[in-house]
């Protein structure tokens, strides 16, 4: 029964939030818009596929994200937003993104520890945000620099990327039982740019002629700055660089 959506972690086919995190993300993306509550998404008119691979503690397996992706694939999503991440790689996971990234614009969390990832010295990488086909989303404060619990990018344009910002102080969105509140992170900046995702997969709808890879450079080379820079939706959805 996966009428409401999937969950990979007590697979009863239900994924009501039972922590406030998931409800705030997709709020970020896709809360509606002239209904006189509260605020409006990203992306306000997007369909939101809700899939829960984590467990009440906040901790995700590679098996259940990765069985996660594959769910979302083959029931034809747009754009995967992965506001999530660790620092050990696997397999697993790495063989469904790849799935994945054929069909959907993949979105990940650069991480809230303040670390530098490879190849600088001590560096880290933040998985799945540090594979360089997947968007990995930093957060950017209200001056538009980088948040200072953000992870960061050591080398631009290499293969262990986190390719731009996205605000990530004080987002107001939803939380379950009609709450709202603002909350900091890279999960929170990482709608931000998923919602721009749909708005750009809209634009260009054609899959056979404009491919994820595609959407994911119009977001990234047209942030503010260039590669590393704050998300800008207008520049992404008006420019082909």
Known sequence: DDIFGADTVYPDGDPQDDHGHGTHVAGIIAAQANNAEGGAGIAYNVQIMALKAAQYSGVLTASDIAEAIYYAVQKGADVINMSFGGYTRSQVEEDALAVAF?????VAAAGNDKKVNL????????YPAAYNWVLGV?????????????NYDCTPHDTHEYELMAPGVDIWSTLPQEQYAAWDGTSMATPIVSGIAALLRTRWAD????????????????????TGGVVDAYAAITQTP
Do not use: E, H, T, W
């Open 207 to 226: 899959k056979d002629v404009y491919s994820s890879r595609f959407i994911m450079g119009q977001i990234a080379a047209n942030a503010a700055g260039g």
């Open 138 to 150: 930093m957060a950017s404060d209200f001056s538009g620099s980088r948040a200072g619990f953000s």
């Open 102 to 106: 054929g069909q959907a614009v993949l």
């Open 119 to 126: 190849p600088c010295p001590l560096g880290r990488d933040m």
